[in-house]
């Protein structure tokens, strides 16, 4: 099993970047996937989660109408639009696979070795 983040870096406060998961060795279409981020000193918090088909998806408050994900069941593929980034948006990025959306805790099946985005003020 591989989940593979890519697309952080530094990026400017207003600015935008998308991140991409390309995954591997399990059945994408049947999870529902999430993007969830670690900031230092942080707790761990759900960023948005794309249910099977992309049917429903989910955002943290903290990020609606900034982010957009979204995925491709030909490719195994997650993305996540991010738009209008803050200075708070600082963190590490992972995608996972998950048994419901939103997350609500369940936990995750897999998830990747994340992407490091960071924005300057």
């Known amino acids: 099993v591989q989940l593979l983040e890519s697309g952080g870096g530094l990026v400017q406060a207003g600015g935008s970047t998308r991140l991409s998961c390309v995954t591997s060795g399990f059945s994408f279409d049947q999870y529902d996937m999430d993007w969830y981020r670690q900031a230092p000193g942080k707790e761990r918090e759900g960023v948005s989660c794309?249910?099977?088909?992309?049917?429903?998806?989910y955002y943290a408050d903290s990020v609606k109408g900034r982010f957009t994900i979204s995925r491709d069941n030909a490719k195994n593929t997650v993305y996540l639009q991010m738009n209008t980034l803050k200075p708070e948006d600082t963190a590490v990025y992972y995608c996972?696979?998950?048994?419901?959306?939103?997350?609500?805790?369940?936990?995750?099946?897999?998830w990747g070795q994340g992407t490091q985005v960071t924005v300057s003020s």
């Open positions: 996972a696979a998950a048994w419901g959306c939103p997350n609500n805790g369940v936990g995750y099946d897999y």
């Open positions: 794309s249910s099977t088909s992309d049917v429903s998806t």
